[in-house]
Structures are given as structure tokens and as C-alpha cells.
């Protein structure tokens, strides 16, 4: 989804992902998940109302990590897999 979407509960959009004391942000180990510290999941995602129904989404955000970090499914895996394949 895109930056701003709102959420299912209303809540616009945002990352969970929090920099770490004394880092500077230039590695992904530089930043922690915090729940609650934003409104999304540790994937960068979170529910929405799509045409009534409600659906899991993957969102880009503003700040780290802004986009989504993983998959959820089974499909996701076989996703991520394909991915692999193709770097090899």
C-alpha cells in the first residue's frame, strides 16, 4: 500500500522500526522492531478495508524500512525463494 494508507482501525501508516542508540541508521542492524512504537507489524504491514473487506497489506513508509522487510504465507516463501534463485 501506499504511504499514508490508513488501516483497518483508522490509524495512518507507520513504521515499528525505531533506531537504535548510539547508531546512525546506515545498516538495517542499526534499527530494532518496537510494537506499538508505529502502527505497522515487524513486516511492514497491517490490516486494511479494501472494497468492505478487510485484507492484510504490505506498506511503504518514510522511514525505516520503507518497504516491507518479508512475506507472510506460504507463498511468500516460495516467492522469496524464486528471488533467490534468480541472484544465483
Same mark, same amino acid.
Given at each position: 500500500?501506499?504511504?499514508?494508507?490508513?488501516?483497518?482501525?483508522?490509524?495512518?501508516? =507507520?513504521? *515499528?522500526?525505531?533506531?537504535? *542508540?548510539?547508531?546512525?541508521?546506515? $545498516?538495517? @542492524?542499526? $534499527?530494532? $522492531?518496537?510494537?506499538?512504537?508505529? *502502527? +505497522?507489524?515487524? +513486516?511492514?504491514?497491517?490490516?486494511?478495508?479494501?472494497?468492505?473487506?478487510?485484507? $492484510? %497489506?504490505?506498506? &511503504?513508509?518514510?522511514?525505516?524500512?520503507? +518497504?516491507?522487510?518479508?512475506?507472510? *504465507?506460504?507463498?511468500? &516463501? @516460495?516467492? %522469496? &525463494?524464486? +528471488?533467490? =534463485?534468480?541472484?544465483?
Amino acid at each position: 500500500m501506499g504511504k499514508g494508507t490508513r488501516l483497518s482501525n483508522g490509524s495512518s501508516s =507507520a513504521s *515499528s522500526y525505531k533506531l537504535k *542508540s548510539g547508531h546512525d541508521g546506515r $545498516y538495517c @542492524m542499526d $534499527y530494532e $522492531y518496537e510494537e506499538g512504537h508505529g *502502527s +505497522l507489524d515487524y +513486516l511492514n504491514g497491517g490490516m486494511v478495508t479494501i472494497d468492505g473487506e478487510d485484507t $492484510y %497489506a504490505y506498506f &511503504a513508509t518514510d522511514d525505516y524500512p520503507y +518497504l516491507f522487510r518479508n512475506f507472510r *504465507s506460504e507463498f511468500g &516463501a @516460495m516467492v %522469496a &525463494a524464486m +528471488l533467490l =534463485a534468480l541472484l544465483v
